[in-house]
């Protein structure tokens, strides 16, 4: 059975760091695109990165682009979201979810992605 499990989230103040994880398993990840989401309250789900597990390409949304950086490790299964300069406006609920036979040029759309992990807090707060 599919399943993804986010780590990594908490507490940080503006300017600091965080890394995500998303820990896959129950399926052949190299045939899946893996993409980053968050949903703060209020608002709708943000796609804010994705991943090609088989070829490693990438996109990225603009809210988020030279601050946050994804990478995988087929080894451990684990996609990987780290986090850079964050501010109180990245404070939301993170999700990983993963895409059939999906590819990152086309975009992190997120009705491109139908198995999605339960999500990991991040609050950015002084």
């Known amino acids: 059975q599919l399943q993804l499990v986010e780590s990594g989230g908490g507490l940080v103040q503006p300017g600091g760091s965080l890394r995500l994880s998303c820990a896959a398993s129950?399926?052949?990840?190299?045939?899946?695109?893996i993409g980053w989401f968050r949903q703060a309250p209020g608002k709708e789900r943000e796609g804010l990165s994705c991943?090609?597990?088989?070829?490693?390409?990438?996109n990225y949304a603009d809210s988020v682009k030279g601050r946050f950086i994804i990478a995988r490790d087929r080894a451990k299964r684990t996609v990987y979201l780290r986090m850079t300069s964050l501010e109180p406006e990245d404070t939301a609920i993170y999700y990983c979810?993963?895409?059939?036979?999906?590819?990152?040029?086309?975009?992190?759309?997120?009705?491109?992605?139908?198995?999605w992990g339960r999500g990991a807090q991040v609050t950015v707060t002084s």
């Open positions: 129950g399926f052949t990840l190299d045939y899946y695109a």
């Open positions: 979810a993963a895409s059939w036979q999906g590819t990152a040029r086309r975009g992190c759309w997120t009705s491109d992605f139908n198995s």
């Open positions: 991943i090609t597990i088989s070829d490693g390409s990438t």
